[in-house]
């Protein structure tokens, strides 16, 4: 497997070259046993910079009318994080690590949403707890405050709390036992301070989620590529058996 994007820093692409099954192999390990698997410094530092230096530009778009938004799809069209999400390697990896789960995605099934937070509006977006509606999610976070242990924005996961289905009613059971704060309150969960120049993967319509406390003076971007998920196949007519 080759691949030549740019993006990816320079010992990954040697892992790639050489080993890229065994790479796809302990992603898929990680995200079974733990819910969160990470590649450290996987973005190339020259890219990242590039990432960085965007989010000055893009902030202003974020907060119109006195309310945040992220910016989403085609909002992301000539930018850094568009080249990532829709690159051959994003595709090609999200399938090849939900294989197993008779799972494929394409190009339309890929979702770039870039958050920046900042000041009280950023605020909404705080302890916002949910599932993605995604088979996959992976996180690339390109700003993020230095980790102080407290309202330091940390991402905080309760993964694989349920299985991928189709269901509708299992889908609102779950949603409606999370709402009463059932999850939050039983299920195991961790807190991390991501680190921009790593990628994080979880399974987003599996794991309960969502951004810890943030200080309203700190500036924190995030890009989420968002892969495919139940109902989206649904809605194409795909009707997926999921094993296990
Ligand atoms: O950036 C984070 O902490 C998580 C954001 C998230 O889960 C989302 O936007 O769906
Ligand atoms: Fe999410």
């Known amino acids: 497997m080759i691949f030549v994007e740019r993006f990816i820093n320079d010992h990954y692409q040697e892992k790639i070259r050489n080993d890229y099954t065994g790479l ?13 698997a990470v ?20 902030t202003p778009l974020c907060y119109v009318d006195g309310k945040r938004k992220s910016l989403i799809g085609s909002e992301l069209e000539n930018t850094a994080f568009y080249e990532v999400a829709f690159s051959g390697f994003v595709v090609q990896l999200a399938n090849d690590i939900l294989e197993p789960y008779n799972i494929s995605v394409d190009r339309s ?6 958050n ?16 993605d509606a995604t088979y996959l999610t992976m996180a690339m976070p390109v700003v993020i405050p230095s980790p102080n242990g407290d ?7 309760w993964p694989n709390f349920r299985k991928f289905s189709q269901s509708p009613w299992r889908n609102r059971f779950y949603w409606r036992i999370a709402k009463i704060g059932l999850i939050r309150r039983m299920a195991k969960n961790l807190a991390i301070n991501f680190l921009p ?7 987003g319509f ?9 200080d ?29």
């Open 151 to 157: 309202r330091d924005g940390k991402f905080r996961i």
């Open 206 to 214: 599996r794991s309960y989620h969502g951004t810890e406390d943030l």
């Open 116 to 131: 920046i937070l900042i000041g009280e509006h950023g605020q909404e977006a705080v302890k916002s707890w949910h599932f």
């Open 197 to 203: 120049g790593n990628l994080y993967f979880f399974y």
């Open 39 to 58: 590649l450290e410094d996987f973005i190339h530092p020259d890219f990242l910079a590039e990432l960085q230096s965007s989010v000055d530009r893009l």
């Open 24 to 36: 796809v192999r302990t992603i898929r390990t990680t995200l079974n046993d733990t819910g969160l």
């Open 109 to 114: 099934d890929i979702h770039p949403a870039l």
């Open 216 to 244: 309203p003076k700190s500036l924190r971007a995030n890009c989420l590529i968002n892969c495919g998920g139940p109902f989206f196949d649904l809605q194409k007519g795909k009707v997926v058996r999921y094993p296990k």
